[in-house]
């Protein structure tokens, strides 16, 4: 199922809808925020997202998260 | 012959006692607005400022004829087109912004004008009506002349009726503070917070900057809307005088809503044009300077003089006053085609003036710019799509405006669960507007929503050309298509380069 997500980016400017698959891991929403906000922020090789202010494995999927449409994830570059 | 100050208080005043009807029924509360008062608690109502309808008529036709005067003289598109490619972004977002506001502000003062609750308040009114006839006029009659040479211009009369993001942010502030809005609160919202609070100082910050850019007819246009503001302005501090005796908890709210939602929307149009669409030589000061010299100084006193607080997220507006602005025009830049005028992209001396201007916060910020520089200089000029976002971005459920509050580090959105429906929004303060009357904004649909329940599409060129009405002729770019020669100087092929 797809899942339409708020997304923040520390160190951008605005929040982005991204669109996940419930089977996505934390590292692929990671990503795929990064590709979205890549014009403004240069994407790092890792990130960390976090849910409620609580890191998430990067392994764990969005439905074990228990993430719901428009939930707030918030994506932390990691140094490499 | 009476003389003036004998004659002028029986034309302003002329109330009388019904006999045949119910003062209530008169000017029932729904339409009058809360608290609801006989008018022996208005009958002291009175403006600093007086003006009869043979005076008003003849000092406006002379500022229509001042106007004119200068569009004839140099208002030629010749003339429009030797400005600064940026500064005419600023001229297209101010130019948009204004005459259809003014016309929903025709609207609420001519409820006033029936509905305020005392002669001489809707004597004003009606004066303030004919003003905002004039304020919606003037920049679609100067505007006009000038879509022949760039099609841009066609949106100082289009925004307002499209479903473009800015102005559904747009309707969402004016329909509530002018169309919906009672007397009362609109004395309280629009004449004191929005006029005397911003508009009114705004007006003589932007005539400076329109005459440092050599654009006179905007600057008499602005001068002239001015005085009108100066003087209808003047309708809120009475009818605030009386609120505040009779029910301080509402007064103390409506200054609070009001100041919030007015400098979201102040801090885009006019924290756009003078941090970045001026071009640097001709900046007096920065957005905050201009903020902390005009609005706030003015705008405390004004509390303090009728004992009110100065709204309770003080803090947290001082903070935006150094961040929103910088975050809504950097993202809006990477979505510069969502809306109708071009954007300038700061380069290396436009980011020096900022860091000089904002120490606390520009470091935050920078990066993004940098970001966004090397992206130009890896596809060179005209290749807009290399700098933009192709992502839909996210509104705030309150005032409709993208989530850019708070800084880079952390984005100050905040979710809220009411009645089983999720809600998003971009501060404390919108959160707060949204709990105080939620009967009042939940069932009206941000942009995502839109989206989200097939009303409008996700695809951004579909977004952007089907739903929010913009062609390829319209669109927003660059300024100079990203052909900037500071850029080029620091491209590693160019000659002389590093």
Not at chain 2, 82 to 88: E, N, Q, R, S, V
Not at chain 2, 331 to 339: D, G, I, L, N, Q
Not at chain 2, 395 to 405: E, M, N, R
């Amino acid at each position: 199922m797809l899942i339409p997500l708020y997304g923040f980016l520390r160190g951008d400017t605005i929040g982005l809808v991204v669109l996940v698959h419930d089977r996505q891991t934390m590292a692929e929403v990671a990503a795929c925020l990064q590709e979205a906000a890549s014009v403004r922020v240069a994407p790092a090789p890792s990130a960390r997202v976090y849910v409620r202010g609580r890191p998430l494995e990067p392994s764990v999927t969005v439905a074990e998260a228990g993430l719901r449409p428009l939930d707030r994830v918030d994506v932390v570059q990691e140094a490499a | 012959m009476l003389r003036r100050d004998e004659w002028i208080d029986l034309a302003r005043k002329l109330d009388w006692e019904y006999s045949y009807v119910d003062e209530r029924e008169v000017f029932p509360e729904l339409t009058s607005g809360r608290p609801w008062l006989p008018h022996a608690a208005w009958a002291g109502w009175d403006e600093p400022y007086k003006t009869s309808f043979t005076e008003y008529v003849v000092n406006q036709s002379a500022k229509d004829a001042d106007v004119y005067a200068a569009r004839d003289a140099v208002g030629r598109v010749e003339d429009f087109q030797k400005l600064d490619p940026a500064w005419l972004g600023s001229l297209k977002l101010h130019g948009a912004t204004l005459p259809l506001a003014e016309f929903a502000a025709v609207v609420g003062n001519l409820r006033a004008a029936r509905f305020g609750r005392d002669s001489a308040w809707r004597t004003m009114a009606t004066f303030a009506a004919l003003d905002e006839f004039r304020h919606t006029q003037i920049p679609l009659l100067i505007m006009h002349e000038l879509i022949r040479f760039d099609p841009q211009f066609d949106w100082t009369h289009r925004f307002l009726h499209s479903n473009d993001w800015v102005a559904i942010a747009g309707r969402h502030l004016v329909d509530e503070l002018l169309l919906a809005a009672n007397p009362i609160e609109i004395a309280i919202a629009t004449n004191f917070v929005f006029e005397t609070g911003f508009t009114n100082l705004q007006f003589i910050g932007l005539s400076a900057m329109a005459h440092s850019a050599g654009d006179q007819v905007f600057e008499r246009m602005v001068q002239s809307i001015q005085t009108d503001e100066a003087r209808h302005s003047q309708i809120g501090l009475p009818v605030l005088r009386t609120v505040i005796e009779h029910d301080r908890d509402y007064a103390q709210y409506l200054i609070d809503k009001w100041f919030w939602r007015s400098w979201l929307f102040f801090a885009v149009v006019t924290g756009f044009s003078m941090d970045y669409l001026t071009p640097l030589a001709h900046r007096t000061q920065s957005f905050k300077e201009f903020m902390d010299e005009w609005i706030l100084d003015q705008f405390q006193r004004a509390l303090d003089d009728v004992g009110l607080a100065r709204p309770w997220y003080w803090p947290q507006f001082l903070d935006a006053l150094e961040n929103y602005h910088h975050m809504v025009y950097a993202s809006a830049y990477t979505y510069r085609a969502t809306v109708w005028f071009d954007f300038a992209l700061p380069g290396p001396a436009e980011r020096a003036w900022l860091r000089d201007k904002y120490p606390r916060t520009w470091p935050l910020l920078d990066p993004i710019w940098e970001r966004i520089s090397a992206r130009w200089r890896d596809a060179g000029p005209q290749v807009e799509w290399y700098t933009h976002g192709v992502t839909p971005v996210t509104f705030c459920h309150l005032c409709q405006l993208v989530l850019c509050g708070g800084t880079p580090a952390h984005n100050s959105a905040r979710w809220l669960e009411h009645e089983g429906e999720s809600y998003v929004f971009c501060s404390e303060p919108c959160e707060w507007i949204f709990r105080s009357e939620p009967e009042r904004y939940q069932r009206h649909k941000d942009v995502v929503k839109r989206i989200l329940t097939g009303e409008a599409p996700a695809n951004l060129v579909e977004l952007v050309r089907g739903y929010f009405g913009l062609s390829q002729d319209c669109w927003g770019r660059d300024v100079r298509r990203g052909d900037y020669p500071w850029l080029h100087a620091a491209r590693p092929d160019a000659e002389g380069g590093r």
